[in-house]
């Protein structure tokens, strides 16, 4: 595949590969926030993981395949584009992850998650700013039916002007989580990446509910 043939999403993925771009340390900050709570995670138990807009599945496999846990995770990753898709799962097989699912498919639908069960870790990454104000406060909202009990979220929102992070903290909060942490560093001030966990007893999961719509025009995600 050429460059003329590319989808706009592998081509914005290409940044990733740049050592001093901002998504390459975001990224960096996303794998660290995976990789804690799968030090976190109750020994012994089978860990599930629920990525949605997963790109190439690096913030996952990259951690995973290295984890002393691997072996009891078991992972989905939903990717709409084909050629990201076909990377992550080829990443995923190199890597020997055969309990990582790599599913070509629309997250942004709640059936992505449907028979994953309750997730111990999900992540919504490149998502929040690339939808509506509306729809990041429906995807928070409805984020504890995708959860299990205790379950970490990691999210990723720029903080371009208007930089909207501290409001996705707030609903957060508001929708029955804690605050684990949140990445703001000072040299790559277009990078936010923040890590809660539900302190909520889990909603029921609720299949065919709509979360989000990618913008026409997307901001850096």
């Known amino acids: 595949m050429n460059a003329s043939e590319e989808s706009r999403w592998v081509a914005w993925h290409h940044h990733y590969d740049a050592a001093d771009s901002s998504l390459n340390r975001r990224l960096a900050m996303v794998q660290d926030f995976v990789r804690d709570a799968l030090d976190a995670a109750a020994p012994g138990q089978p860990i599930r993981i629920l990525s949605l807009c997963a790109g190439r599945g690096r913030d996952v496999i990259d951690v995973v395949a290295v984890h002393p846990r691997r072996a009891d995770v078991v992972a989905r990753l939903v990717e709409l584009d084909p050629a990201l898709g076909a990377d992550a799962r080829e990443a995923a097989h190199e890597a020997g992850l055969d309990h990582v699912d790599?599913?070509?498919?629309?997250?942004?639908?709640?059936?992505?998650?449907?028979?994953?069960?309750p997730a111990h870790l999900v992540l919504?990454?490149?998502?929040?700013?690339?939808?509506?104000?509306?729809?990041?406060?429906?995807?928070?909202?409805?984020?504890?039916?995708?959860?299990?009990?205790?379950?970490?979220?990691?999210?990723?929102?720029?903080?371009?002007?208007?930089?909207?992070?501290?409001?996705?903290?707030?609903?957060?909060?508001?929708?029955?989580?804690?605050?684990i942490a949140f990445g703001a560093p000072t040299d790559a001030p277009l990078v936010g990446v923040g890590a809660h966990r539900l302190i909520r007893k889990p909603p029921p999961f609720e299949a065919h509910v709509q979360l989000f719509t990618f913008v026409d025009d997307p901001s850096w995600s």
């Open 102 to 117: 790599v599913v070509t498919g629309d997250a942004s639908n709640t059936d992505a998650a449907s028979g994953l069960g």
């Open 124 to 179: 919504l990454c490149g998502i929040f700013g690339n939808i509506s104000d509306a729809d990041i406060r429906t995807t928070i909202e409805a984020t504890p039916t995708l959860c299990a009990p205790g379950a970490v979220v990691v999210w990723t929102r720029h903080r371009g002007a208007p930089d909207f992070t501290a409001t996705i903290r707030e609903w957060f909060a508001a929708s029955g989580f804690e605050e």
